[in-house]
């Protein structure tokens, strides 16, 4: 089991910054792929970002590629969203999930088998 925790969410104008935060407990982190998740009112959920156990080789949805940053620490169990450049576009509640091995395909939702409750981002023009 694993439970995740986001934080970090808020209103922010288009152009600034916000980094979302998850907290896990219950199975060594440093065992998990970490992947975040948005889902905009009407649309499907969708792919973000994702980190390997070890840190290494994130790998990001084109959409945010540039703009977003995934990291982790797993001293403190932690992994990281910074988002800078935010538009409107990015207006979503954020998940951020945990891929317990086997580990599936980075940016399939299928992948992964925990989920956070969510932090709402709203960003305005």
């Known amino acids: 089991q694993v439970q995740l925790v986001e934080s970090g969410g808020g209103l922010v104008q288009a152009g600034g910054s916000l980094r979302l935060s998850c907290a896990a407990s219950g199975r060594t982190f440093s065992s998990v792929a970490m992947g975040w998740f948005r889902q905009a009112p009407g649309k499907e959920r969708e792919f973000v970002a994702a980190?390997?156990?070890?840190?290494?080789?994130?790998y990001y949805a084109d959409s945010v590629k540039g703009r977003f940053t995934i990291s982790r620490d797993n001293a403190k169990n932690t992994v990281y969203l910074q988002m800078n450049n935010l538009t409107p576009e990015d207006t979503a509640a954020y998940y951020c999930a945990a891929d317990i091995p086997p580990y599936g395909l980075a940016y399939d939702i299928n992948s992964y088998n925990y989920w956070g409750q969510g932090t709402q981002v709203t960003v305005s023009s």
């Open positions: 980190i390997r156990w070890s840190g290494s080789s994130p």
